[in-house]
């Protein structure tokens, strides 16, 4: 305390570097990720905002002689190869089999993509970031709710899946209409069964935490367990929740990619892209790019949010931070 | 070693009671019904009477029961008279499906030959391409090759079968003209022509499912042999003068392969179900194909088994991988 007036308090103090600035610049160092970050976000303009440039009503069926015109365009770049073909730059991407605007049914149909992966891992994460939590936290939870967890992880999911879908379906489609029914049914399924693995590496993270110092410290003081999951714990295992969480949203997006290519996910005129895949599989001798343009959007999105989750993982990790 | 074998054995078996009923409980809200074909001039007592012939009268419990004791005595017996030619079983019910009303494991032991070769095949393809790669990134990490190999099994990772390998036709069937785009599971190989055109047929499913496997296994045992690669018993070995192709090879690989070895033990079942989407997309007439044909089809007890086979599946490769990693590892047996 003596040499304080030797430090010249401006060249010394630095300002304390928030925790986030330290994630985004390591996160900024994986190039890949960033690459990624910037597709994904181009997907997500593309998907939600570009229904408010381009105009075309995705569920636009043409009828009379606007029908014979408008069906089976193809894209306007097949002119290259194929100076014959029908093609318009109305329609850039070009019209399926009823005239119906290809362009306009991958952003409608990415929305709902997106919009289920969203959705069906913030459920999967609530429930394993609760199972993980209650596992880690209570040592009488931990046997039976791990148990509970390791028989999830031996079911047989997709036969599983391919059944309840067909089983809650009709039901649902009751109660919530065609697309409210099949949106519900999709995402709830999803994300029951694909909680298991966050709550492991929570359960996991939670039981070291639990006797560090100030948690500790935390107790000695009084703090009721929830307060001190609430302040304490949760925060600190916010990195493992966040990576499993991007990662949650590529395999949301790849199984409900999955169920609508076997036929049992949401309905032809309210696609997703894995139903448009599966609608165009039939011709796609004829017309190619019906199924290449919604399958590059699955693959160019769940590699994207695969490359910010492997770069998340690398940034929220103090040990490789700063290398 | 013995002891941990049998605890685990015994655990597993009221996991594979748990799950069998939860299969049985999805199915029993099942609102489709085996009579719904039945004319509508059948009389509602003639109904009743055919639904208890289809054992569905009683309650759920005795079924439950009943179901158990075919599914693990009665098919079982079956297998053990067709192979040794006795006849221990006849006479005792057995599984029956409702769409062909012949027995469930007969129409799945002809089904399953087909999915056995194409899943087998291309995992035994995984295997061989990912080890090597694996190995080689991990030994020139952050090289030109490393980089490239995670990039390719990110697209691996990444892009579904039910894509791959619409994209596979799309170029190799119909631009090219090189493989048939359907599966013949007819085909039978008698000479060296028909053997070419099997080889032709597999090319693409196997393709497309070792992609997948090839992604996974790689990217694990390049992690795996990164762990290693900068322990102690490493420098010792260089230490001691041994050639690098040793100490790669032998001494780092040898203890890099354990936890790959449980991956890709844990990681067969899991096929199985991903082989669903690729007899899809193939027309490979295996069980993937009629899982889904029963679903759609109401044949409930075909639809029991199949689920019940993946879970037995999936237990039972959990096991091996479990007594696997202890035999291979002795710091972890609980013994």
Known sequence: ??????????????????????????????????????????????????????????QYVPTGREFLKLRDMRPIYAVIWDSGAKVDWAHPLGTDNIGRDA???????????????????????????????????FRRLDGPLMRFTDLFLALPLLPLLLVAVLLFREPLKAGFGIEGGVFILIVTLIGVTSWMQTARIVRGDVLALKEREFVIAARSIGAPSRRIVMRHILPNVLSP?????????????????????????????????????????DRMTLYPERVIWPGLAISVTVLSVNYIGDGLRDALDPRIRGR | MLNFTIRRLLISIPTLLFISLTIFLLLELAPGDPMAQVPLTV???????????????????????????????????????????TSFAEGKLRVISWQTRSPVMDIVAQRLPQTLTVVGVAYIVAIIIAIPIGVYSAYRQYSFFDNAGTFITMVGFSVPPFFSGVLVIVIFSVWLGWFPSIYD?????????????????????????????????????????????????????????????????????????????????????????????????????????????????????MVQTLTFIFAVLIVLFNLIADILYGILDPRIRYD
Do not use: C
């Open chain 1, 241 to 281: 929740i966040m990576v499993s969480a991007t990662l949650g949203i590529a395999s949301a997006i790849i199984t409900e990619s999955a169920l609508s290519f076997l036929g049992f996910g949401f309905p032809p005129d309210f696609p997703t892209w894995g139903r448009l895949l599966f609608d165009s599989v």
């Open chain 2, 185 to 301: 599971t007819t085909h039978r190989v008698t000479d060296w022509d028909s053997f070419v055109y099997q080889l032709k047929q597999m090319i693409m499913p196997v393709m497309v499912l070792a992609l997948q496997i090839t992604s996974q296994i790689s990217r694990f045992m390049r992690a795996s042999m990164l762990d290693n690669l900068n322990q102690d018993y490493v420098r010792t070995a260089r230490a001691k003068g041994l050639t690098e192709n040793v100490v790669v090879l032998v001494h780092v690989l040898r203890n890099s392969m354990i936890p790959v070895v449980t991956v890709i033990a844990l990681g067969i079942p899991g096929i199985f179900g991903g082989a669903i989407i690729t007899e899809q997309v193939f027309k490979v007439n295996g069980i993937g194909q009629l899982l889904i044909t029963a679903i759609q089809a109401n044949d409930l007890p």
């Open chain 1, 1 to 58: 305390m003596t040499d304080r007036t030797e430090l010249d308090p401006a060249s010394q103090y630095q300002a304390p570097r928030n925790q986030w600035l330290d994630v985004w610049d390591q996160f900024k160092k994986h190039r890949g990720a960033l690459i990624g970050a910037l597709i994904f976000l181009f997907i997500m303009l593309g998907v939600f905002a570009g229904p408010l440039i381009y105009w075309q009503d995705p």
């Open chain 1, 103 to 137: 362009l306009a049914r991958m952003m409608s149909g990415g929305q709902v993509s997106i919009t289920v992966g969203l959705a069906a891992m913030a459920l999967s994460l609530v429930l394993g970031t609760a199972i993980g939590v209650l596992a880690g936290y």
């Open chain 2, 43 to 85: 009389p509602p007592e003639v109904k009743q009477q055919m639904r208890e012939a289809l054992g569905l009268g009683e309650p759920m419990h005795i079924r439950f029961f009943k179901w158990i004791v075919q599914f693990f005595w009665i098919e079982p017996l079956n297998l053990f008279d067709n192979l040794f030619g």
